[in-house]
């Protein structure tokens, strides 16, 4: 029976979106690491991304309130800082996710999400938040946030 509640975690995990990035949720961001079933309460592990990024405060009352709604109350949030959390766990559709929305996704080379071009410009290493940096397009001269590669 827990099993199938842990199922129904993740999938409300899933309706969950990243504050920074909403065409995305918690869990492809890849910050849940983990649902389980111990001393009648369930354990929700979540490594943080950037450290430091305000956006960790934020999701983690999303989640409380997604499960709260969802009468799921015997449940705690614990935070575990390794292993550190990385763009490796991005998977390519999150990523593919993160280009439609304007995003250049974390992979070594910035790439501009409209038109595909590489030849593009740093405007600043910090974009709306630290964990992306601004980019501008030299062929279709849009600028762009590209999401760093940790
Ligand atoms: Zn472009």
Known sequence: ???GKIAEIWTLLGTVPDP???AISVV???VIRDVKFLNNEFIISVTPTY???PAVKTFQDDIKTQ???NKIHNFKIEIVYKPAWTTDWMS???KEKLRKYG???PEKFAQCPQCSSTSIEL???FGATACKSLYKCKDCLEPFEHFKCI
């Open 123 to 125: 405007i600043s290493e």
């Open 51 to 53: 450290s430091g990024c």
């Open 28 to 30: 492809e961001l890849g």
């Open 20 to 22: 920074e990035i909403p």
């Open 67 to 69: 499960l709260n709604q």
């Open 1 to 3: 029976m827990q099993s």
């Open 103 to 105: 995003i250049s996704p």
């Open 92 to 94: 390519n559709e999150t």
